[in-house]
Structures are given as structure tokens and as C-alpha cells.
């Protein structure tokens, strides 16, 4: 990995250890290392015991075949049950801390609205439920298995390269008239042939961390196509759009073939060179190790103990090789991970110039108000406006004119602005979008969306029969896709009996009755009169029957122009 990428994977590891568990999260580490030295351990016991088992073999000395048969069995049962163990309390530590992350990165994808500033200010973000759901939990699960191996690795290397050394001995290598003797020369043989070994595969494998980069974003691609099909199942079938879709769908799973079939390509090259480094490592150690067997100088125990210690130093030195394909799926997590935290905390360090404050007035101001786009380009110039208690107010114009823009900077979710707006201190505030969200769930809980109260089955009855869903009554703990069962214009009325539950002292509606009949939207504004007098509202429409409705009218003119007058009645 780069040193970018190293400060990146630095950044997203520390949290965890830092944080409000780490000592608990540090104690079981501790254990998890602790056990996997105690079977490096044990290792070296058993490749002491290859060097007595084969000696006695070799001097037909039955008296110790039995006692050292149990010896082995004694050291193989208490390294199945350390490394079981290892590996539970290795996965226990994974869960504790891939929730730690989960809830943190859930916090602050909610935070502010990031996750509504994402879509809107970072269109380059893609699938951030991807990079919550799936690369926290490939995270977590590489950074463990890399780092809990690297140290068992490093202690196995430790404690066999002091018994190869001891084992291999000295070598005369003659050069012209003279010779030297090399010590531990098979331990040296294995340090160079695992360096050069190591920067081989770096070459070789490079290409993997961005191939393993993109055939996760195409993935989620191609996923998401077929969940806004899912999602907009009923726009497609009346658009008749099924060849459309289907060519978007062909296509984004092109791009994950192609990418796949250069994957399994460069991890062809790879897997040819790993199989081949390490299949030439099983026949070096009995070349470097006969001339001493043949010699008499070493006994048939040795030699199994010798290749046995050759092949422990050679896994641990060759340690990146091996997991070169897991360093790289790595290095491409923590890119996805880094630039959708690095997304996240942009967005949310943008901070609106447009003042807001709550007052005890009782009524809605906006003072000098400009809303902007992104690019710097005028809505709404230096508006002026006063909206007392109970006041009705129509916003209209021409589409585009920044209508919807301007509710979104008195929800306080739009930051490009600049202004006061001023909302009455401790009065209930609700906004009605155009396409009311249903949570999945029962019908009761998306028809108290946002609150998680409920009242009594009598109230909730009574205001779905004011809105004209009477026949829903009986299905109020029915779960289900409500938002497929139920009309646009069902969910919209569905959301006028969230008003009538909630009581806000002010409503913004974002052409909120589009979907209504003229009748039926006559009706539910009566109802809002009828129910809640004391109500300020502000709605955004076309229809110019919402005008009976309303008390005055904003204009949106284009190019930043707007004025006020009176509607008479």
C-alpha cells in the first residue's frame, strides 16, 4: 500500500482503539495474541518431537514409540483447543468491533442530513449503504486477520529461525583456492529467497487493488439498478419501459464481467506464482539439508525436524506473499471507506450563511433572504416576509424557479444562502413533501412517521376517516411495503393524518396534493382549516384552486424577483 494509504487505513483503524471501549477492546486483542503465541508454542514442541519420533524410528526403538504417540496426542489436543479459541475470541473481537464502527458511521451519515447532503452535494458518492453494510465488516475482518497473522508470523519466525539456525549448521563453499563457511545457511537461503519472493509478488500483484476497487463499485452498480426498478416498479410498467431497463441492466453487469475477467486474469498470473514459489520451497529444504543426512553428520530426526523448521521460517518470511490478495481487497476497502468518510465529513463541514434563530414572537420571519444553487446562481433575492400565526401563504411560479429550494432553506437542510429566518421558538414544525415516506413496517408506524408514539385505536381511526382511508382501519399492525400497496394519492392523504396527529403550529407543504383530485384537495385543506385554526401554512402548488385556500400569495418570478400580495376571498 502507499503512504496515503497506510495514514488512510491509520485513520480509520485508531478510532476503535481510542475510543470509549478500548480497554476492553485492548484486553481481548491481548488474549487473541496471547493465544495465538501459545500456539506457536506448541508448534516448536511438536517439531522438537519430529527430531525424537523419526530418531526412534530410525533406531527401532519401540520403547518410546507409545509414550511419544501420547505426547503428540497431549500437544495436538491442547493446540486444537488454543486454536479453536483464537479464532472465537478473533471473531468475537471482529463483532464488537465492526458494531463500534457501524453505529459511528451510522451517526454521522445521519448527522446533519449528510445523507441527504451526500446525494445532493456528492453525486460521486456511490452506495453508501454498501460502504456501511459490507466494507466495515471487510475491514474489520481483513485489518484482524492481517494483523493477528503478521504476529503470529513474526513470533513463529522468532522461535524457528534460532532452531534452523541450530539445525543447518555450517556450509564449506569453495571459491577459486579458497572456501568460507557459511553459518545457518539454510536460514539465510530462506530470508533472501522470501525478500525476493516478496517483491516479486508486489509486481506482480499490483494491478489487484484497483481491479478489487472497481468490481465493488460495479457490483453495487448493478445492484442498485434493480432496486430503483424494484422501487419504481409501477412508473417503469406504465412507461412500458422494460427494454430500457433491461439494456441498463446488461450493461452495468458488462462492466462487472469485464472487470471480473480481468480479475481472475491478473489473479491467474498470481496464483501461478505463489503455487510455483511455494511448491519450490517443499524441495529446498531437502536439497540444502542432504549433505549433511548422507554425510552421517545428520540423523533421520533431524533431517524432519530441519524441513519441518525450514518450512515454519519459510511460511513467516513469505508472509505477504501469501496474503498479497487479501492486502490488496484491503487497500481497495480502505479507499471506499476513506473517500465516503472524507465525502461525509465535506458536506457536513459546509455551513449555511443564512442565520436562523427562535423567538417567542409567535410568528415567521424571513429577513433579507437570498437562496443560491450550488453554483452560486440566484433564486430569491433579499426577500422580505412576515407570516403571523394561522396565516395562510400560497408560494407559486414558473417551474424551476427555486419554489421547493426555498422550503428546503426554512427546513434548514439547503446551506447555499444567506439571511435570517426566524421560527417561533417552541412551536411543533412539520413539512409535507410532494412523496411522503413510508417506513417499512406496520401501517400504525408510518402513520405516526416521524414520532414513535401512538395514540389510542379510537384517534387513530378517527383520522384515517377523516382522510378517506376508513377501509385501512382493521390493517394498522398489517407489515408491509405500504408505499407499493398504497397510492401516490392514498400516502398523500395517508400524511395529512400525520398533521392532524402531530398538531404542528406551522405546516410546509411541498405540493403536497398533487396527486388529489380538485375535490379531494379542497377537502383535506377544509380539514387543516377545520381542525387546526391556529395553524400557520405555507404551500408550494401549481393548481390555481389552491388559491381559495390561501390568504396570500408569494411569487416566484425567475432570475431572483419575487413579490407578495393579498388573495381576496
Not at 153 to 164: D, E, I, N, R, Y
Not at 190 to 215: A, E
Request: aromatic share 12%; proline share 3%.
Amino acid at each position: 500500500m502507499k503512504k496515503t494509504n497506510f495514514h488512510a487505513l491509520w485513520k480509520l483503524f485508531k478510532g476503535y482503539w481510542n475510543g470509549e471501549e478500548k480497554w476492553r477492546a485492548r484486553g481481548l486483542l491481548a488474549v487473541v495474541i496471547g493465544l495465538n503465541f501459545a500456539t506457536v508454542y506448541l508448534l516448536v514442541e511438536i517439531n522438537s518431537w519430529y527430531n525424537d519420533f523419526y530418531n526412534a524410528l530410525q533406531g527401532y526403538q519401540s520403547e518410546l514409540f507409545w509414550p511419544l504417540v501420547g505426547r503428540f496426542t497431549g500437544l495436538a489436543f491442547l493446540y486444537i483447543l488454543i486454536a479453536v479459541y483464537a479464532v472465537y475470541l478473533r471473531q468475537m473481537l471482529q463483532l464488537k468491533w465492526r458494531t463500534w464502527m457501524t453505529d459511528k458511521y451510522l451517526d454521522r451519515w445521519m448527522k446533519e442530513q449528510v445523507y441527504y447532503r451526500l446525494q445532493v452535494l456528492q453525486s460521486d458518492t456511490d452506495n453508501p449503504d454498501q460502504r456501511i453494510s459490507e466494507d466495515i465488516n471487510q475491514f474489520v475482518t481483513l485489518v484482524l486477520q492481517l494483523l493477528i497473522g503478521f504476529l503470529k508470523q513474526l513470533t513463529t519466525l522468532a522461535a524457528f529461525s534460532v532452531v534452523l539456525w541450530n539445525l543447518s549448521g555450517a556450509i564449506t563453499v569453495p571459491l577459486g583456492s579458497h572456501s568460507f563457511e557459511i553459518y545457518g545457511y539454510m536460514f539465510w537461503f530462506s530470508l533472501v529467497y522470501s525478500v525476493v519472493g516478496t517483491v516479486l509478488v508486489h509486481i506482480v500483484g499490483r494491478k489487484l487493488i484497483r481491479l478489487n476497487f472497481d468490481q465493488q463499485k460495479y457490483e453495487a452498480d448493478f445492484r442498485f439498478n434493480m432496486m430503483r426498478v424494484r422501487e419504481n416498479s409501477e412508473s417503469v410498467a406504465f412507461y412500458g419501459g422494460e427494454q430500457p431497463e433491461l439494456k441498463g441492466f446488461r450493461e452495468r453487469f458488462s462492466k462487472v464481467i469485464s472487470n471480473y475477467w480481468q480479475l481472475m486474469k491478473q489473479m491467474k498470473i498470481l496464483n501461478f506464482y505463489i503455487n510455483g514459489y511455494a511448491q519450490f520451497a517443499v524441495i529446498v529444504p531437502l536439497i540444502l539439508a542432504s549433505p549433511q543426512y548422507f554425510s552421517g553428520a545428520m540423523a533421520l530426526g533431524g533431517l524432519m525436524q530441519t524441513i519441518s523448521a525450514f518450512g515454519r521460517v519459510q511460511d513467516a518470511l513469505s508472509y505477504f506473499v501469501g496474503s498479497y490478495d487479501v492486502i490488496a481487497q484491503l487497500a481497495a476497502v480502505v479507499q471506499r471507506l476513506s473517500s465516503f468518510t472524507e465525502h461525509m465529513e465535506n458536506v457536513s463541514g459546509i455551513e449555511t450563511r443564512v442565520e436562523r434563530r427562535a423567538d417567542g414572537k409567535g410568528s415567521v420571519e424571513l429577513e433579507h433572504v437570498e437562496v443560491q444553487l450550488p453554483d452560486g446562481s440566484v433564486l430569491l433575492r433579499d426577500c422580505n416576509l412576515q407570516l403571523l400565526q394561522g396565516a395562510r401563504l400560497l408560494v407559486m411560479g414558473a417551474s424551476g424557479c427555486g419554489k421547493s429550494t426555498l422550503l428546503r432553506m426554512l427546513a434548514g437542510i439547503w446551506p447555499f444562502g444567506t439571511g435570517r429566518v426566524t421560527i417561533p421558538k417552541g412551536e411543533k414544525v412539520l413539512f409535507l413533501p410532494q412523496k411522503p415516506y413510508l417506513p417499512l413496517g406496520s401501517l400504525r408506524r408510518a402513520l405516526y412517521y416521524p414520532l414513535s408514539s401512538s395514540g389510542s385505536e379510537e384517534q387513530l381511526a378517527e383520522v384515517l376517516r377523516k382522510v378517506g382511508l376508513a377501509r385501512f382501519i382493521e390493517k394498522l399492525d398489517d407489515i408491509d411495503d405500504w408505499s407499493r400497496i398504497l397510492s401516490l394519492g392514498e400516502q398523500q392523504r395517508l400524511a395529512f393524518a400525520r398533521v392532524l396527529l402531530v398538531k404542528p403550529q406551522w405546516l410546509f407543504l411541498d405540493e403536497a396534493t398533487s396527486a388529489l383530485d380538485e375535490p379531494r384537495e379542497q377537502e383535506m385543506y377544509e380539514l387543516l382549516k377545520r381542525e387546526l385554526p391556529q395553524t400557520g401554512i405555507v404551500s408550494i402548488g401549481h393548481r390555481s384552486t389552491l388559491i381559495a385556500q390561501h390568504e396570500e400569495e408569494l411569487k416566484l418570478e425567475g432570475n431572483g424577483n419575487w413579490n407578495v400580495q393579498a388573495i381576496a376571498q
